[in-house]
Structure formats: structure tokens, C-alpha cells
């Protein structure tokens, strides 16, 4: 199981390698103090606790810490809506979930 989730990992930072050097940006600015944790905050959209920074503006360097406080649900509803959902099955599980 464990190299299973290893090798999917692999192949998604192969696959995003933008999205995943502007995830490690915000990781560092948690960590050195210049962001707090998005636990910390509530959800920009419904007010409950949020769980993830959502990167509304994209993955450019130039919008690496421009980032929104979202709980999961809501963050969940960002991509549908932006399409950045994987195959059509998912988004349409997802969406069931999200309304």
C-alpha cells in the first residue's frame, strides 16, 4: 500500500511540478513565520475552520503567497469550478459531496 501512495506521489509532482514548488513555498513561510497555518484561520467562503490555503490567483511565482484560507469542502468546490478536478466520475462524486 505504502508503494503504492509512494509511486502516485512520484508521478504527480512529475506531472505538477509548478504546483508543487509554490505548495513548498507556502510549506517554508509556515514554517519560517511569514504565513500562519490556514488551521488557524476560518474559511474565506463559509466561515467554518479552515484547512488548506487555496491558491485562487494560480501556481506563477509571481502569486506564490497569494493564497485564501478554505475549509476543505469549499477548497473542494474552488476546483470543481475551476476544472481542475481529474476525470469526470470524480468531479461528479465530488460534486454530490460539495452541494
Same mark, same amino acid.
Given at each position: 500500500m505504502l508503494r503504492d501512495r509512494t509511486e502516485e506521489n512520484r508521478? /504527480?509532482?512529475l506531472r505538477n511540478p509548478e504546483k508543487v514548488r509554490i505548495r513548498n513555498i507556502v510549506t517554508h513561510a509556515?514554517?519560517?513565520g511569514?504565513?500562519?497555518s490556514a488551521k488557524t484561520r476560518t474559511c474565506m467562503d463559509c466561515g467554518k475552520p479552515a484547512?488548506?490555503?487555496?491558491? /485562487?490567483?494560480?501556481?506563477?511565482?509571481?502569486y506564490a503567497l497569494t493564497v485564501e484560507a478554505v475549509c476543505v469542502k469549499c477548497c473542494t468546490g474552488r476546483e470543481i469550478r475551476r476544472g481542475n478536478v481529474g476525470?469526470?466520475?470524480t468531479k461528479g462524486n465530488l460534486a454530490r459531496k460539495v452541494s
Open positions: 508521478r /504527480y509532482r509556515i514554517r519560517d511569514l504565513l500562519p484547512a488548506r490555503w487555496d491558491h /485562487y490567483m494560480g501556481y506563477s511565482q509571481r476525470n469526470k466520475a
